[in-house]
């Protein structure tokens, strides 16, 4: 299967295709833009204004014998030679700066269908095949594999502190959460907001202690801490003496008693 985007790039140079060696060029051609590069031009010395393309650019296929296409990435520059010999389409790509060489040896037969020359979806045979051989003969010791370079991008997108595998901290910062009152008034649904955080301000006010925060008392007497500040309680017996009252949820509803309700 070729990579998205190489049919439009086929139909934009179509007519320059003549010879089996030009679609698969082409392929080749699409395989360095989908990984990020740019094409430079046909020369091997860089030219005045010189701006990337995903094109093809003109006069790519004027020497049928000879491609010269380079390519960049960043401060990174790729020279790619292509030649024809005898059937075969012996492909040699330089990276310009370490002068790293890698290269491949492809028989256009197995791979182009010489009598379909003008219809994409006839002229590439094997496209998977291909692929192989380019991503490890031609591009893996020059570019890394493709998957190297997909996550070595996202890891350059993410946030310094974005770790997807770390645990919370049981300590958060001491910062106001978002719903903080910076004025001081009576948090209002704090609780429901942060229902760990030991906070009050749920949504049932207390008519007899609105604007101020009523201490929770420990059921049965229990010694101070032994019920954790936040965590959900359910007495197991008769709450002590020392309650003050009303309890909010205690409170009934609007019309609880109207039997139409």
Known sequence: MASP???LLFELVSREIIRPQDPLVCFIHWELISRGLRCLGINEQAGAQETGTERLPDGWANNKELYTLRYGHGTSQILLKALTVEGTLMVNAMELQSEKVSDVTLNIED???GAHLQQYHSVYKNPVELKHQLEAKLF??????KKENVR????RERPADDDPLRV????????????????GHFPYGAADLDPLGGRSGGMIMDPFHAGRTRPRPDPLGLPPGAVPPGARFDPFGPIGSGRPGPDPDHLPPPGYDDMFM
Do not use: K
């Open 5 to 7: 985007g190489l049919e």
């Open 111 to 113: 791979f182009i269908d």
């Open 140 to 145: 893996s010791s020059l570019l890394g594999s």
């Open 152 to 155: 070595a991008e996202r890891a």
């Open 168 to 183: 919370p901290t049981r300590n958060p910062p001491s910062h106001h959460p978002p719903w903080t009152d910076p004025l």
